[in-house]
Nanobody, 125 residues
Framework: QLQASGGGLVQPGGSLRLSCAAS????????IGWFRQAPGKEREGVSC????????WYLDSVKGRFTISRDNAKTRVYLQMNSLKSEDTALYFC????????????????????WGQGTLVTVSS
């Protein structure tokens, strides 16, 4: 069971930290991916972190602005989002699977089996 939290309304240039919490299972067996879906758009992969936290991946448009991290002792994965832009506005989801899955060079939502409810991020002045 995954639960994403930390969304909210922020001005352009601001920051938010999203958290993905797991309530059951062996958290350190799973890679965790962050996805987002804006109104009228397809879900897209934003970032992913390996089981041990030693490998990560980012969507090109968030590189240098977003940082993914995990604390397995606390069964949490975090997505620190800085320098937010209006185009980052979306419903953000976290998902878990045995590894980070990719298709055509991007994180693949269809391959992640466990999903949490989303948290809404709105970037607006």
């Amino acid at each position: 069971q995954l639960q994403a939290s930390g969304g909210g309304l922020v001005q352009p240039g601001g920051s938010l930290r999203l958290s993905c919490a797991a309530s059951e299972g062996n958290f350190d067996y799973y890679a965790i991916g962050w996805f987002r879906q804006a109104p009228g758009k397809e879900r897209e992969g934003v970032s992913c972190i390996s089981k041990r936290g030693d490998n990560s991946w980012y969507l090109d448009s968030v590189k240098g602005r977003f940082t993914i991290s995990r604390d397995n002792a606390k069964t949490r994965v975090y997505l620190q989002m800085n320098s937010l832009k209006s185009e980052d506005t979306a419903l953000y989801f976290c998902a878990a699977d045995a590894r980070c899955w990719y298709r055509l060079g991007t994180l693949s939502a269809v391959d992640f089996r466990s999903w949490g409810q989303g948290t809404l991020v709105t970037v607006s002045s």
